[in-house]
């Protein structure tokens, strides 16, 4: 089981063949890993294969590892990381080429471990170069409060997926995410525009780390405290999201963005389509009326451009999973709206 091609090798060894592969199949999911991906349940033919093979990094249960006292088979291996059975995991062994991870958790949480880690090893990191894919960037984004922007995205983003690399990025002080899906994060955005800042070689990492998934559709969890967030200015998320389209993994970002955030006006600007929601009612009209006045004002003739005004039809019921988006009357509208103005173009 492998990558695309890569020289170098990721190497997965448990006598627990259901394990072994499932992990595999959690790494495959993150899709821009440089390297060839290799599954071992037999311990002869794995024994054979890294005596011949440099394995950059090597995942082992600690039942296989310790049945080798012979440091010698070890010298063709880059990075061991130990799927500890008993015991408590030393998240730093005393060989500084050895990590131990806690086998009994969720295969996710050891991936994301695992990544964190190994992102944070720096000699042998890199981020996926560029492969000549085009990131179509779109834009959600309405002075228009309760009117289901974020459903819109999401749904938009759920069907792209089918066909497309997508990434979602919601910049909202107060997404709700952690409650609407009821997952627990134990880094967001925050965390990649870190990492962006300090240790750029490694973001594509520290992406494939943090990333989450719902129906084929990747997301990094939004922020959940927005003291810092409010902080940072629109052109550190407007390099960073560059940055993102410049790796090459995604077909499609998708920025859900917020009045709270500092900088909207520069990601908007990023983008290659904005979709704005807009309502009959009073209140509504005047909101984008002062909107569109003040883009006039400040010559952002170009965000007007690329701009396409959504007004929504009354919908029976939008559904209030996250995870069935795709189904319903506002996922109708949104394949129409892909087919017609996206795919038309």
């Known amino acids: 089981m492998s990558i695309a091609a890569s020289k170098k090798i990721f190497a997965i060894c448990d006598p627990e063949e259901n394990y072994a592969v499932r992990m595999s199949e959690y790494l495959l999911e993150k899709g821009n890993m440089p390297y060839e991906i290799y599954v071992f349940t037999e311990t002869d033919t794995f024994c054979s294969f890294i005596q011949k093979e440099q394995v950059e990094i090597l995942l ?7 049945q080798f006292k012979d440091e010698e088979l070890w010298k063709n291996v880059s990075r061991i990381f130990v799927l500890k059975e008993n015991g408590v995991a030393q998240e730093h062994a005393a060989d500084s080429s ?9 295969p996710e949480k050891i991936v994301t471990m695992l990544l964190e880690e190994a992102a944070e090893l720096g000699n042998w990191c890199e981020t996926s170069t560029q492969n000549g894919m085009k990131t179509f960037m779109i834009g959600f984004y309405s002075p228009i409060r309760r009117c289901l922007q974020t459903p819109f995205a999401l749904t ?46 490694k973001l594509g990492f520290k992406i494939s780390s943090i990333t989450q998934n719902i129906n084929g559709l990747d997301y990094i969890p939004p922020v959940y405290s927005s003291l810092d967030f409010r902080e940072v200015q629109g052109s550190q998320w407007a390099e960073l999201c560059r940055e993102i389209a410049a790796i090459g993994e995604y077909e499609y970002v998708l920025l859900d963005l917020d009045d ?17 929601i807009t309502k009959d009612d009073r209140f509504a009209t005047a909101k984008l009326t002062q909107y569109e006045e003040i883009l006039r004002f400040q010559q952002r003739e170009d965000i007007s451009d690329k701009t396409v005004r959504c007004r929504f039809p009354t919908f029976a019921k939008v559904p209030s999973d996250v995870e069935i988006m795709t189904h319903g009357e506002l996922a109708q509208y949104v394949k129409a709206i892909i087919r017609e103005d996206l795919h038309g173009e």
């Open 156 to 201: 938009m983003g759920q069907i792209l997926a089918r066909e497309h690399k997508v990434l979602y990025l919601n910049f909202e002080c107060y997404s709700g995410m952690r409650q609407l899906l009821n997952r627990e994060f134990s880094a967001d955005i925050m965390d990649v525009l870190y990492y962006f800042r300090s240790a750029k070689e």
């Open 60 to 66: 082992i249960a600690q039942s296989v590892k310790e």
């Open 260 to 276: 709270g955030m500092n900088g909207l006006f520069d990601l908007l600007k990023e983008c290659r389509r904005i979709y704005t």
């Open 98 to 106: 050895v990590w131990e991870i806690d086998k009994y958790q969720k």
